[in-house]
């Protein structure tokens, strides 16, 4: 077992009840899935076999942990508070989401995920929710699988000890009740996000563009507060609105960033700023500052990105350091962040922002700078990006109490990121998968998703997608249109290794 991983999952040693909250840096929607197997690969053991196990939360994480313990053999109760799975996720048509952006570059950037179960590809969010539930009601959820029990709209209130067992009270519209467990894994995510007015209603999970529509300006004025993933994120939203994004992220990995020094020197100084981070967060970013506005994009990198710019919209960081590259971001969007400020298309501003006033139909952002109070604007649009609470959930908090969820905070800092891993191949078809979990997405599921990716990233360039051998084992022959889609297409997908080859004959199209 691993006890990195159950300590900072256990506030309390005497009860089964695991948190896999939002605390770890770099988190996504597929970490949130390996964090969830790496947990029910430390503490099942030390569940006994066959008993009942209660996942409290339906998100992305949550719905992994269930089918995790389910091949395990566990009976398993899911509670979703919403009338949907992965809620948040499920109302967004206007977010893409990459798999694999915040591993770079410890790792590649393949376009999909390389899970045991429940894979999914770069798309936009609710696409993404789609295809995770749809493998999950088919091979997790129902009567003839004996599968998970999910109920839906039904808000957990309380978890107490009662003989041994865990007695979980919830609330579906009706009365009160309660069922008796094992074990209770609490998946109840993130906090609320934090804002500094009432201006920014938007989430970050919010469908919506943000770029504003209509403007007295002459060009639309953008202010981002925050320089975390979810800040930059929407920078490069701003500047290339017309990009496919997971084409983008794959130009800088795989062609504008080869040099395999300068990747070194990114890894070096990244994990120098994360060790200096919490006794010097100043020194930290400004020292990746020297790293990602420098010479680390290749002047063909510099010359496609400022060629598919979009100059239509100013745009302004506020971020209450002198230079806004944060460890907790992602490399590859401080890749771009890095060309933005270097070729003049980013106003930077240090300001600890504190509030938004709204007057003569624009936004000014107020807040502490080096010299005192100051306001700056106008804007079109203010976004709040300045990520989420770090705290824990009410359910937590009334559990186990405000002093020992802090105590515990404070304990296991450092284990925070016990499986946020950065590498991509622990369950990929390189690793021995323990156990049951040796599982895949059934190779028919993983066709019909790879026909889907080529159509939305690659449209008129494929002809065919065939399960077949390669390397002696399961995978797909893709006969493609164009002699350069072997570099710029994935070459694994869900597990399944990929061969190309060139199409012969009149051109079609799947």
């Known amino acids: 077992m691993n006890n990195d991983i159950v300590r900072a999952c256990k506030p309390d040693p005497k009860r089964s009840i695991y948190l896999l909250g939002g605390m770890s840096w770099r988190v996504s929607l597929h970490t949130q899935q390996r964090r969830a197997l790496d947990l029910v690969d430390a503490v099942a053991s030390s569940i006994a076999s066959g008993t009942d196990v209660a996942v409290v939360g339906g998100g992305v994480a949550g719905v992994m942990c269930a089918a995790a313990m389910f091949v395990r053999g566990y009976q398993v109760t899911l509670f979703e508070r919403a009338d949907v799975l992965m809620p948040l996720q499920r109302k967004n048509t206007t977010r893409f989401i990459h798999p694999n952006s915040v591993t770079w570059p410890y790792s590649s950037l393949p376009s999909s995920t390389d899970l045991p179960f429940l894979n999914w590809h770069s798309a936009f969010s609710n696409e993404i929710a789609d295809m995770i539930e749809q493998e999950f009601r088919s091979g997790f959820v129902g009567a003839e699988h004996q599968g998970i029990n999910v109920n839906l709209a039904t808000n957990v209130t309380k978890i107490e000890n009662r003989n041994n067992k865990l007695r979980v009270t919830f609330k579906d519209g009706g009365d009160e009740r309660y069922d008796l467990f094992t074990a209770v894994f609490a998946t109840t995510g993130f906090s609320s996000e934090r804002k500094i007015s009432g201006y920014d209603r938007f989430s970050y999970w919010e469908d919506t563009s943000p770029i504003p529509i209509g403007s007295k300006f002459e060009k639309p004025s953008v ?50 700023a994360r060790t200096v981070f919490s006794t010097d967060p100043q020194g930290a970013q400004e020292a990746l500052s020297t790293v990602y506005l420098g010479d680390i994009l290749s002047p063909q990198g510099k010359k496609f990105l ?24 992602s490399p590859i969007h401080k890749v771009l962040l890095g060309f933005l400020l270097s070729e003049n298309l ?11 006033v709204f007057r003569d139909d624009s936004y000014f952002v107020q807040g ?91 449209p008129r360039k494929v002809a065919e997608v065939a399960i077949g051998k390669v390397d002696q084992n399961p995978g797909f022959r893709v006969i493609v249109h164009e002699e350069n889609l072997k570099w710029d297409g994935p070459t694994v997908y869900a597990g399944y290794n990929i061969e190309y080859e060139r199409a012969k004959g009149p051109p079609r199209v799947i």
């Open 223 to 272: 202010a981002i507060v925050g320089d975390g993933d979810g800040a930059l994120v929407e920078l490069i939203r701003c500047a290339w609105p017309n990009e496919n994004i997971d084409q983008l992220y794959r130009f800088v990995a795989d062609k504008f960033v080869v040099d395999v020094e300068k990747q070194d020197l990114i890894k070096t100084e990244e994990e120098t």
């Open 306 to 329: 400022r060629s598919r710019y979009n100059d239509a919209v100013t745009m302004t960081l506020l971020s209450k350091f002198s230079q806004p590259f944060s460890p907790r971001a």
């Open 346 to 356: 980013l106003t930077r501003i240090e300001l600890e922002a504190t509030g938004v």
């Open 368 to 458: 502490e700078a080096a010299s005192g109070q100051i306001e700056v604007g106008p804007f079109s649009r203010v976004l709040e990006r300045i990520g989420p609470r770090r705290s824990y959930c009410p359910l937590a908090n009334d559990t186990f109490g405000a002093s020992k969820l802090e105590a515990f905070s404070k304990d296991n800092a450092a284990e925070f990121d016990f499986s946020n891993s950065i590498s991509t191949d622990k369950y990929g078809p390189a690793a021995q998968v323990r156990g049951p979990l040796s599982e895949v997405t059934p190779i028919e599921t993983a066709r019909d998703r790879l026909e889907r990716y080529y159509r939305s990233n690659y």
